[in-house]
């Protein structure tokens, strides 16, 4: 199956502070998704993004799946930007599944 | 539209009983997934279902686990009998065709 790898494992910044998690893939992928685990423990979609940019608000991601990496871009954190991030790409290579990075724990501090 | 539903939020039961896990999908979405988060390990993948059939059950642990999606509608997870290791967050996931969303997550706990 895919290895995924997903870079810092923890993160702490300051309000305001900009970021970028990075998701590396080990096979190419038809589909990847990245979700924002709230403290309640929901996952929350943020893109699906097999190929290319997309931006929704302060957050913005690019799949470069050539070069087998995503990356989710965090622009003026807040706190509520606190959780976990998750890379799940997708590749119909390995079966009809999401295989989940490890995460990004991320802290906003006020 | 509402989203995915699980049910219930939490469940904490002996070793050795029965428990069953209820998914309702997005209407509409003829995929539904199970995935769950057993304590410091990833979030892993069980099965697929597309409507009423099993399209992939390969990461189903083993034989103590099973599941049903009667009438393509809403699915169920079954553990009998249950051991301390089953103890996790269960996900139920629904997907008209390739994005999938996420239900809040049944958290299991056996003592």
């Known amino acids: 199956g895919i290895q995924v790898e997903q870079s810092p494992p923890d993160l702490i910044l300051q309000e305001g502070a900009n970021s970028t998690l990075r998701c590396n893939f080990s096979?190419?992928?038809?589909?990847l998704q990245w979700f924002h685990q709230n403290p309640w423990g929901q996952l929350i979609n943020l893109f699906y993004?097999?190929?290319g940019t997309k931006q929704n608000g302060r957050l913005s991601a690019t799949t470069v799946a050539t070069e087998r990496y995503s990356l989710l871009y965090i622009s003026s954190s807040q706190t509520t930007d606190s959780g976990v991030y998750f890379c799940a790409p997708w590749s119909n290579n390995a079966g009809n599944m999401l295989t989940f990075g490890g995460g990004t724990r991320l802290m906003v501090k006020p | 539209e509402a989203g995915v539903t699980q049910f219930p939020s939490h469940s904490v039961i002996e070793k050795g009983q029965t428990v069953t896990l209820r998914c309702d999908p997005i209407?509409?979405?003829?995929?539904l997934y199970w995935y769950r988060r057993v304590m410091g390990k990833e979030i892993k993948f069980l099965l697929h279902?597309?409507?009423?059939?099993?399209?992939?059950e390969s990461g189903m642990p083993n034989n103590r686990f099973l599941a049903e999606r009667t009438g393509g509608t809403y699915s169920t997870l079954k553990v009998q009998p249950a051991e301390l290791e089953d103890s996790g967050v269960y996900f139920c996931?629904?997907?008209?065709?390739?994005?999938?969303?996420f239900g809040p997550g049944t958290r299991l706990t056996v003592l």
């Open positions: 209407s509409g979405h003829d995929n």
């Open positions: 279902f597309v409507k009423e059939s099993k399209q992939d």
């Open positions: 096979d190419s992928v038809n589909n």
């Open positions: 996931a629904s997907s008209p065709k390739n994005e999938q969303f």
């Open positions: 993004i097999p190929s």
